[in-house]
């Protein structure tokens, strides 16, 4: 789901997108600049969540940076405005996702 929010929000091409496109999705994909980025904010987005989804954005920002230069991947462009749009589509998403009954379908466009 964090892939999903983080690649529609920004509308950038990531791990989904890879996969949506015809690349099989494995743990070994081809190095892809902004699918690398995205794929680093999209760490820091699950790290957030799994912490009680309460970080500063621009604490977020800074750990971005840091998960990028540590992979050696240049960070997007974003800003605090862009974490809070992700935010705001991962809690509206999640909460689709909590009234799915048990064996129904959500679906979602990309």
Not at 32 to 58: F, H, N, Y
Request: hydrophobic share 35%.
């Amino acid at each position: 789901m964090v892939h999903y929010v983080v690649e529609s929000t920004l509308q950038k091409r990531g791990f989904l997108s890879r996969v949506r496109d015809g690349e099989t999705a494995n743990f070994q994909m081809q190095a892809e600049a902004d699918s690398d980025s995205v794929e680093r904010l999209v760490e820091v987005i699950q790290g957030d969540a799994w912490s009680g989804g309460t970080s500063k954005p621009e604490d977020m920002l800074d750990l971005y940076l840091v998960t990028c230069n540590e992979r050696k991947c240049t960070c997007l462009p974003i800003t605090e405005a862009d974490i809070e749009s992700i935010r705001k589509c991962f809690a509206d998403l999640s909460k689709q996702w909590e009234s799915v009954a048990v064996g129904s379908t959500l679906i979602i466009e990309f």
